[in-house]
């Protein structure tokens, strides 16, 4: 395994749009998935008022970030650590928006941005001795999570 630095770590993000956004719920950690993007290095995801992934305003959370490659035996996880916030401004809310990865996989309704501004970035290559390498040569740094 190898440890990531954080410019790595930044690139990595900025390479998808699916991650998995870590809150506390009564008192017990949940697990959401999210459709997110990277601006300026704030993270941002879309929800729904009042919903378990909006939670998360107000509190210092998690963002995990994944890439598995089986059929290689490679693969990345990154973990962004911050406050979240509630984006209220029209302009941050319109960026958000418009560099947005993909609409939310969950459906209509997911209007509220929150965004989560990293104070720790942490991550992890993995591959394992022997394992054929990628067409590419290289581990997989973008496509798909």
């Known amino acids: ?41 704030v993270i941002a995801y879309r929800t729904q008022p009042g919903s378990g992934p909006a939670a998360a305003a107000g509190h210092e959370v998690a963002l995990e970030v994944d890439h598995i490659d089986e059929a290689f035996s490679q693969g990345w996880s990154v973990l962004a650590v911050g406050p979240a916030e509630v984006v209220t401004g029209f302009y941050e809310s319109r960026t958000f928006e418009e560099r947005a990865y993909s609409a939310p996989w969950a459906g209509s309704g997911r209007s509220q941005w929150i965004a989560i501004r990293p104070t720790r970035l942490s991550g992890r290559r993995i591959r394992v001795p022997g394992a054929p390498t990628s067409p590419t040569g290289s581990p997989d740094s973008g496509a798909g999570a």
């Open 1 to 41: 395994m190898l440890a990531l630095g954080p410019d790595e770590c930044r690139e990595l993000l900025s390479t998808h749009g699916v991650g998995r956004v870590a809150v506390t719920l009564d008192d017990a950690p949940a697990v959401f998935p999210v459709n997110y993007t990277v601006v300026d290095n």
